[in-house]
Nanobody
Framework: QVQLVESGGGLVQAGGSLRLSCAAS????????MGWFRQAPGKEREFVAA????????YYADSVKSRFTISRDNAKNTVFLQMNSLKPEDTAIYYC????????????????????WGQGTQVTVSS
């Protein structure tokens, strides 16, 4: 069965960096879009970044563009989210998700388009 397991969250000062990992297992993900979402207390889950596993093409939310980078390691079946220049407003639980997308339709930013989710990892940025 498909499993997504996030790791790498923690407490960091504003301006610092963290790298989140999402270990994917259960099948191959070469036809998936892999996404990162986040949910702050009292807010809805929101799109952060995503990529086509096969091509590596990426898409970012405006709020994180130029600060965050999504990437993958094919050999380890792992997706990463490198987060630089972190701000207190980046504080949230970060979730990895997979969208089965063999047709190559545009990257989705809505949570309902994603089929599998990890359990989340907490990121806290102090001011």
């Amino acid at each position: 069965q498909v499993q997504l397991v996030e790791s790498g969250g923690g407490l960091v000062q504003a301006g610092g960096s963290l790298r989140l990992s999402c270990a994917a297992s259960g099948r191959t993900f070469s036809r998936d879009v892999m996404g990162w979402f986040r949910q702050a207390p009292g807010k809805e889950r929101e799109f952060v970044a995503a990529m086509y596993w096969s091509s590596g093409s990426t898409y970012y939310a405006d709020s994180v563009k130029s600060r965050f980078t999504i990437s993958r390691d094919n050999a380890k079946n792992t997706v990463f989210l490198q987060m630089n220049s972190l701000k207190p407003e980046d504080t949230a639980i970060y979730y990895c998700a997979a969208d089965w997308n063999p047709a190559g339709r545009p990257i989705a930013t809505m949570t309902g388009e994603y089929d599998y989710w990890g359990q989340g990892t907490q990121v806290t940025v102090s001011s």
